[in-house]
Structure formats: structure tokens, C-alpha cells
């Protein structure tokens, strides 16, 4: 059984399931390239729905379509056309399936928006509270007083 | 858009109350390799103080594996670039991310601050450091590497380029580095063309497991490069530009071509490239023939003899009688 099914393996179809409910049909090779999906079906050997409990059905046709086409001019390309919201959900989707490759490219994008930023700029892009107290803040400044200068003021 | 409540641990992450992602709920390792990617000064400077939790996550020792300060000036205002204000500080700076790393750093790079005082500071709290580049350190001697060279043990690669080291230092790095697999040592302070072989028989006595080596603008002749051929077995990545006293006499381009995969010797003149290729692609019966130079080598086979009238054009050495 398991020989047949390596033999057709290039033309098996799969099918996921986003947590909205939206079904892709994948190629098995393209479902691979997703190690935790991999590792589900090495499990579960007849399965053929895949439910992706974490992943909105419109990030994960951005993770197929990634995986269908990567390569370095794609993957130079892909991440300008995502706002800072899809970015981080990307992100997620690609850790939780485990797609090194995706994730990669996505860390470095992100830390290329927020080269030489201040910290204000960067909690605003990532909406995150800065929640040192005025006095920690203070104490920090006084000393590390060489860290805080000659950046942008965005 | 309302925030929650002020008084909470300093490390547990703070919800917003919004509906957009929340990044700190990012699993810290992703986090993490964002970070990293953003080099020491900036990492330093910027994205530790953007809350507590990120502070958090730059101490941790796995994000000081790799210290980058190569290229720093860029992060600070142009009246103190240049000033040895700003080298104080960036010294200040590559001491606290070494203690940051608790022993775990592999790779450090370093331009133009390194002094002999910050080598011994590094020496002494990375024993595990496999990755050197201190490019443009003027003020690393070779009385500073004759010090911590045999704390250095798992360096497998050095770059010490346009700096002041001698055959002191190689001696020493030689002897105590036996991992080394890449070294790039140029742009020496003797720039003179007088003849000397010192520094590469070195090279070829201590350093038998190079795979790539980088001498551009060494003194060495042709005695130096067969040394070095013969003393590093594994040697496949050379770099020889600028190396004028080299002649290439006898069989030695042959060598060269079959040992190096990938040679730069600096394109003197279009000539060169078109030997290289030549060579590259003839048979290699031509080595038999027995001529004194590579440039001979190509005249004496080469049936177009119009395009070489002028072969003596910008080359500085003294090949051709």
C-alpha cells in the first residue's frame, strides 16, 4: 500500500481546511513542503481532509501560492505587497505549519521595516504598549545613555 | 483605542485591547529571529527599549551568537563619526553584547574600533568563537594577537584584512588555531614589491587545513604560492590580485587551475582574462611545452598573433623581458 501510494504521489490531491472553513485542494508535493501537514500524514495515512485549525482561509492560499512559486526573485517580491497585520498572521501560519522557508523570508521582511526605527515608531507599527514605568524608563536612559541617540525620529 | 490597565509585572507581555494581531503573542523564538537580523547597534539601540518583554528577549544569550558591527557609523550622528568619542562607545557597546552572550558567541565582526584590549576582552569570554573579522583595526598589534591566540582554539575563520599584523601574528594564529579554514590576511602596511616569501611559507607550514585564503597585495613570489599549494591540501578558494612579485613560471597556472576552483587574481588587463579562459578551456597538453612564462605560453600557441603586440600594457610586474 504504501509503495502505490508514493508511486502516485505526484498526482494525489489533498484537501485542507482553514479555521474559517474554506477548502484548498493541494497537490501532495506542495502539502509536504508544510513539515507539521508531513507529519499528519505520516500519522494518519488515509486521511484527506487536513483540518488547519489556526489559519484563516486567506493566508493560507498566500502560504500555497508562496510554496507553489517560491524562488529568490518571488520571494524578493512577495512580502511588499503585505500590510503589517497579514505580515504577522503569515508569520503565525508558517511557524505553526512549519515552512522554514516562508518563515525565513517573512523575518527578514519584517526586521527590514523596522531598520534603524525608533522604539516609538516600532511599538505604533506593532501596536505594542510600552509598559516600563516613567521611572524605569528614566533609569534605563541614564544608563544606557549611548543607545539613544542618532536614530530616526519616525 | 482603549489600553488595559497599568500595573502589571514588567515581564508579561500587555494586551491592547484591539482587534488587530497582537505581536507579542508571537512565540518568543520568532520574535527572536527578527531580532537577530537587525545587527548589535540596532538591536542595542533601538529594539530592546521598545517594552519590557523585548528587553527580555535581547538578553537572552542564543541572540548573541553573531555580533555585527561591521559597518556602525550609520547609527550615529555624523559630528561624532570619526571621533574617538565614537570608538570608546562602540567598544563600550561590543563588550556588553560579549557579556550578553555568556560564552554561547560563534561569529563576531568588528571594523576599524578593534583594539588589543577589546581582543583580549573577547578572548577571554569566548572560548567558543569560530568566526573572526577585524577589518581596518589599526590598533590590534601583533602583540595583542601573540596574546590571545591560543585562547582561540575552534576559529575556522579569521579575516584580519587592512590591518597591521605580521608574520608574528600568523605564526602564532598558525600554531593555535589547528581548525582554521579560512583566513584573509591583506592589505599589510609593507606594501613594498620587494620580494618576500615569509608570510606565505608560514601560511603553508601552520595552516594545512585552509580551504580558502585571501593575501591580495602580499610580497610573495612564485617559491611562496607553491608552498602554500603544496602545505594546503584542501585549498580550493584563492585570492592573489595585487600580487605582483608572482611570476608563474613552469607548471605552476596548471596547478593553480587544477587545485583552485575559484582563484581571483585582479584582471590586470583584459589579457589576463582571456588567458585564464584560455587555459581554461585548452587541452592540457600545452603545459608540456617548455616555456618560462604563462605569457610566452599563450604566444607561443596562440596563431593571432596581431591582438598581443601591446600584451605589456598595465602590468606592473616584471614578467616580460
Known sequence: MAEEKSQASSSKMLT??????????????????????????????????IPIPNVLGKHLAIVIEYIKKTNEEY?????????????????????????????????????????????EYVRKVFNIENDHSPEEEAKLRKEYKWAFEGVDKD | MASSSSSTPAKKPKLKITTNPNWLELPRDITSNILQRLGTVEILKNARNVCPYWWNICKDPSMWRNIDMGTVDLYFEPAIRGTPDLDDRLVKMCQYAVDLSSGHLEKINI??????????????????????????????????????????????????????????????????????????????????????DDEALIIAKTMSGLCHLDIHGNPLTDVGLIAILDG????????????????????????LHNQIKNLEF??????????????????????????????????????DEDEHEDEDEGIDDDTNA
Request: charge should be negative.
Open chain 1, 16 to 49: 485542507l481546511k482553514a479555521s474559517d472553513g474554506v477548502l484548498f485542494e493541494v497537490e501532495l508535493n506542495i502539502a509536504k513542503e508544510m513539515k507539521t501537514v508531513q507529519a499528519y500524514i505520516d500519522d494518519c495515512e488515509d486521511i484527506e481532509t
Open chain 1, 75 to 119: 520571494d524578493a517580491e512577495f512580502e511588499k505587497q503585505w500590510n503589517m497585520d497579514d505580515l504577522q498572521l503569515l508569520l503565525l501560519a508558517a511557524n505553526y505549519l512549519n515552512i522554514s522557508g516562508l518563515q525565513e523570508c517573512l523575518c527578514k521582511a519584517i526586521a527590514k521595516r523596522i531598520e534603524n526605527k525608533s522604539p
Open chain 2, 111 to 196: 571594523n576599524s574600533f578593534g583594539t588589543d584590549a577589546l581582543l583580549k576582552y573577547i578572548a577571554d569570554r569566548a572560548s567558543n568563537l569560530q568566526h573572526i573579522r577585524l577589518a581596518s583595526c589599526c590598533q590590534i598589534s601583533d602583540e595583542g594577537w601573540c596574546e590571545v591566540a591560543k585562547k582561540f582554539v575552534l576559529l575556522k575563520e579569521i579575516d584580519i584584512s587592512q590591518g597591521f599584523q605580521s608574520k608574528k601574528s600568523l605564526e602564532v594564529i598558525g600554531q593555535s588555531c589547528p581548525l582554521l579554514k579560512s583566513l584573509t590576511f591583506n592589505g599589510t602596511s609593507d606594501q613594498s614589491l620587494i620580494n618576500c
Open chain 2, 232 to 255: 594546503c591540501p584542501l585549498l580550493k578558494s584563492l585570492d592573489i590580485t595585487r600580487c605582483f612579485n608572482l611570476e608563474f613560471s613552469g607548471n605552476l597556472w596548471r596547478r
Open chain 2, 266 to 303: 585582479g584582471l590586470l588587463n583584459k589579457k589576463d582574462l582571456e588567458i585564464w579562459e584560455y587555459l581554461s578551456e585548452s587541452c592540457f597538453n600545452i603545459f608540456d611545452s617548455n616555456v618560462n612564462s604563462y605569457y610566452e605560453m599563450v604566444d607561443s600557441e596562440d596563431e
